[in-house]
């Protein structure tokens, strides 16, 4: 039972019981006083019967014709009669003895009734124990007051009779009560029912439990009430999923873009920003959101631009530097919000990520830059030769030969470079089909060091191969890593001095083969290292054109190495050597 409903029920039981107390008190002081004027007329009237018997001398001043007179007239035992002279000594008692009674002149009914009145009194008498109530008249003689007479009767009956009526009263407000309880309960229960329904029903709607609905089928105002609520509930839930549905697709589309969008409010704090805007900024939603776009930002240059939009309301697009947490090339669009009312109150900024892009703009500027370089050095020699041959050189046979094996020379060179460009333009666009099969390392290693032994023999080369033992296997694709070692190799002979060494190393690790070409060449600088896997590189130009190489050797290596799943790393010690270590998937 709710709090309401026991109020109400409470209410009217004590309502209830406070009507039926003050009634009963009110019949039981009635009844009481119809008791007591009814006895007091009684005695009154039997009282008055006896003082006309006993007025005579010759009765009252017998004291053995009094007995007789008074017990002829008032015979039962359940009144006490009491006569006394006008000295207050006691003449007749019929519950006691005269002579042992004490003189009565005190009793104020006694000193009413010589008065010449009716005396009344109600008090507890000593002699029966008892409360009783007192009448008393006058014995007259003529007109001369001689006596009195005095009817009395116990309150014991009066008494019960009274508590009778208070435990009936009491027994009936009880079983009142209690029929009352079950009534009211049901009477309340019917009226607070539709009224806790309803506040149920609204509860759960601020909850944001808006399916719910108010059973009532009555058609009173409480039902009106009823249907209203049922109504609102439905506009509100059909609202609150088209806005939850509105609200899933922003967050789906904000959460998945790969651009960042920031929404700063006219008090110029971030208020949303998505996880593509959290990795720009290099910090999470929580720590951003409320603060200051200059504060969370860390850039002057997006939080000027932001200020900009804010004053002047207007649209435009810019090109940022930012430094934190990484530097960056961000394209930003700057975007007034404007509410229902055509008032500006924020700023909507897209920030999109352009680093790469510029970086690929570069490479394709910088690889254009130094493959009209690469093509030029060799098509200049192929051409100024010619040219010089076609003047009369070729008349001279020896200058000749020497001119003409220049060119052939130089047309290697370029069929090198044209082939590894297109090799690497292949690699890159993952145009070349792996064919994957079991691969004997050693044998592998062996076929190709066999390869460029002729170029290492020319410089006195010392290679040293791995174990043969025990046998490694391990599936990939053969080409592929020969082509990889044979870079690596032909980068070793070409790097490493005269009388140097070359050692080839293989271990097998977590699942995974280790292959080291270690040399005791040159060596790299060190700030040169991060750059080596670039497109024509080159640590020393002159000493690589030197070489041979095309300065694409090593962006073909770790392609083709990626490829396949693996990783390469470099260690290298300037004028000590260089060590390379391929690590692929074994298998």
């Known amino acids: 039972m709710t709090r309401f409903r026991m109020k109400l029920t409470l209410t009217i039981l004590g309502l209830i019981s406070l009507v039926l107390m003050v009634m009963g008190l009110y019949f039981a002081k009635v009844l009481e006083n119809s008791y007591l004027q009814t006895l007091h007329e009684l005695l009154y009237r039997e009282s008055k019967l006896i003082a006309k018997v006993v007025q ?74 008892e409360e009783m109530i007192y009448v008393a008249v006058p014995v007259m003689d003529g007109t001369k007051t001689v006596g009195a007479v005095r009817s009395a009767m116990s309150m014991k009956d009066i008494t019960d009779t009274v508590h009778n009526m208070w435990y009936s009263l009491l027994t009936g407000l009880l ?109 999470s939603g929580s720590d951003v959101v409320g603060k200051l776009h200059i504060e969370a930002g860390k850039s002057f240059g997006l939080s000027q631009y932001i200020d900009r939009c804010l004053d002047r309301g207007e649209k435009f697009r810019q090109e940022i530097h930012i430094y934190y947490p990484q530097e960056r090339i961000l394209d930003v669009n700057f975007a007034p919000y404007i509410n229902f009312k055509g008032e500006s109150r924020g700023v909507v900024v897209v920030l999109h990520d352009i680093t790469e892009i510029r970086r690929l703009e570069k490479m394709r500027s910088d690889f254009v830059a130094n493959v009209s370089h690469e093509l030029r050095t060799p098509i200049t020699s192929i051409k100024g030769f010619t040219e010089t041959l076609l003047d009369g050189a070729m ?38 089909q792996l064919h994957l099969e079991k691969v004997h390392v050693q044998e592998l290693i062996s076929a190709t060091v066999a390869l460029i032994q002729e170029q290492a023999q020319r410089k006195s080369l010392t290679i040293r191969l791995p174990a043969a033992q025990p046998e490694i296997w391990t599936t990939t694709d053969k080409d592929c890593l020969q082509q990889i070692l044979l870079n690596l190799l032909s980068n070793a002979v070409a790097y490493t001095p005269e009388q140097g060494k070359i050692a ?47 300065g694409l050797g090593l962006a073909i290596v770790k392609h083709l190495v990626e490829n396949l799943n693996g990783h390469i790393h470099v260690a290298s010690v300037e004028g000590e050597g260089t060590t390379f270590t391929v690590i692929l998937p074994y298998d």
């Open 56 to 129: 005579y001398p010759s009765v009252y001043s017998d004291q053995g014709t009094l007995q007789e007179q008074v017990e002829t007239i008032a015979p039962s035992p359940d009144v006490r009669v009491t006569v006394m002279n006008s000295s207050g000594e006691v003449l007749y008692d019929n519950y006691s003895t005269p002579q042992r009674m004490e003189n009565h002149m005190d009793r104020p009914e006694f000193q009413q009734a010589l008065s010449g009145t009716t005396g009344t009194a109600r008090r507890y008498s000593e002699t029966i124990g």
């Open 395 to 432: 008349q001279d046979q020896d200058t000749c030969r020497n001119f003409l094996q220049i060119i052939s020379d130089e047309s290697e060179r370029l069929y090198r470079m044209i082939r590894d460009i297109l090799d690497l333009s292949k690699i890159e666009q993952k145009r070349i």
């Open 175 to 283: 079983v009142t009560l209690v029929v009352g309880s079950l009534v009211v309960s049901r009477i309340s229960f019917s009226i607070t029912r539709p009224i806790e329904e309803i506040t149920r029903v609204a509860r759960n709607i601020t909850q944001r439990q808006f399916e719910d609905r108010v059973r009532i089928k009555a058609t009173d105002e409480i039902g009106q009430l009823a249907g209203a609520i049922n109504f609102m509930a439905s506009s509100l839930e059909q609202q609150m999923y088209e806005i939850s549905e509105n609200q899933q697709r922003l967050s789906g589309v904000l959460n998945n873009m790969t651009s960042g969008v920031i929404f700063i409010s006219e008090h110029r704090r971030i208020m949303l920003v998505n996880p593509a805007a959290e990795k720009l900024l290099g910090s």
């Open 504 to 550: 080839i190393e293989t271990e097998v690790e977590q699942k995974r083969l280790k292959l080291k070409v270690i040399d005791t060449g040159i060596g790299i600088p060190e700030q040169d290292i991060p750059r080596i896997f670039e497109r024509f590189y080159r640590v020393d130009k002159a000493r690589s054109r030197d070489s041979g190489g095309t």
